[in-house]
C-alpha cells in the first residue's frame, strides 16, 4: 500500500470524505507580519538538556496548579521531530497516564498525524502548561507564563521544522495574542527568534464536538505541510 492510499485511509478515520479531498494548487502562504513570538530561553532552565529539564517539570510548584497534579504531563515523541504539536494543557486521562493527548481527542489526533505521513512517535507532543487545570477548564495566565520557559526550552532542544497550534489556547498563548482561532488559522506565523514557522488548526477535541470542521483541519494540515514535511527528509 502507498503513502496516497494509506493517507486516504486516515483522512476517512478523520471523518472526511476521501473524494472531496483536494491538493492544494496554490503557492505556500507567505510568512504573515506578527511579531516573533516565544523569546530566548532564560533564568533556571537554561542549558538544561532533556532529562534534567524533564526532572525539573516533574519538580515544579511555581502555581496553584501542581496542588491537584497526579503528576506533571512533559511531552511525548521524538527529540529529533519534524514537527512540535502543541496543545492547551493535560485532561484527565493525561494527568493519570502522564502523557499528552490521550483519550478520544488523542486517537483523533493520531489520525490526523498519519493522515501527513508520520506516526505518533515520529513528532514531538506537548502542552502549553504541565499540568491539568481543576475540572479541565482553560490555563489561566498567569498558568500558562510560569509553564513557558518548559515549553520554550524543549522547542530550543528540538528545533522543530514546524508547530502545530492546535486549539485557540495553544494558539494565543504561542503567538501572544487574543484573536479567535478562525482568525488565525490559514496563514504561517513565526515563533521564537528561531522564526520557526507556525500553523493553527483546530482542537481535535472540538472536532470530535464538531465533525464539520474536519475538512478545515485537513485543509490547516495540507498548509502545514507545505511548510515541511512531518517526517524530516
Not at 110 to 136: D, F, L, T
Not at 159 to 188: S, Y
Request: glycine content about 8%.
Amino acid at each position: 500500500m502507498n503513502l496516497d492510499t494509506r493517507r486516504l485511509r486516515y483522512l476517512q478515520a478523520m471523518g472526511i470524505q476521501a473524494w472531496g479531498l483536494r491538493r492544494p494548487d496554490t503557492s505556500p502562504v507567505e510568512t504573515a507580519a506578527r511579531p516573533a513570538q516565544g523569546g530566548d530561553v532564560t533564568g533556571p532552565v537554561d542549558g538544561l538538556d532533556w532529562d534534567d529539564l524533564r526532572a525539573k517539570v516533574a519538580q515544579c510548584t511555581a502555581c496553584s496548579l501542581h496542588k491537584g497534579r497526579t503528576q506533571t504531563v512533559f511531552g511525548t515523541g521524538a527529540r529529533e521531530a519534524s514537527w512540535l504539536i502543541v496543545g492547551e494543557a493535560p485532561g484527565a486521562d493525561e494527568d493519570i497516564q502522564g502523557e499528552p493527548f490521550v483519550g478520544r481527542a488523542g486517537v483523533l489526533l493520531n489520525a490526523m498525524i498519519r493522515a501527513v505521513g508520520a506516526r505518533r512517535e515520529q513528532v514531538y507532543i506537548a502542552n502549553v502548561v504541565k499540568c491539568r487545570p481543576p475540572s479541565n477548564r482553560n490555563p489561566r495566565q498567569e498558568e500558562a507564563s510560569q509553564c513557558a520557559p518548559y515549553l520554550a526550552r524543549q522547542v530550543a532542544l528540538l528545533r522543530p521544522r514546524l508547530i502545530l497550534a492546535v486549539g485557540k489556547v495553544a494558539a494565543n498563548n504561542l503567538l501572544a495574542c487574543d484573536q479567535p482561532l478562525g482568525k488565525l488559522r490559514g496563514e504561517i506565523y513565526e515563533y521564537g527568534p528561531q522564526k520557526i514557522p507556525l500553523v493553527v488548526t483546530y482542537h481535535p477535541a472540538y472536532l470530535l464536538r464538531k465533525p464539520s470542521e474536519k475538512a478545515k483541519a485537513w485543509a490547516d494540515l495540507r498548509l502545514a505541510m507545505s511548510v515541511a514535511p512531518a517526517i524530516a527528509d
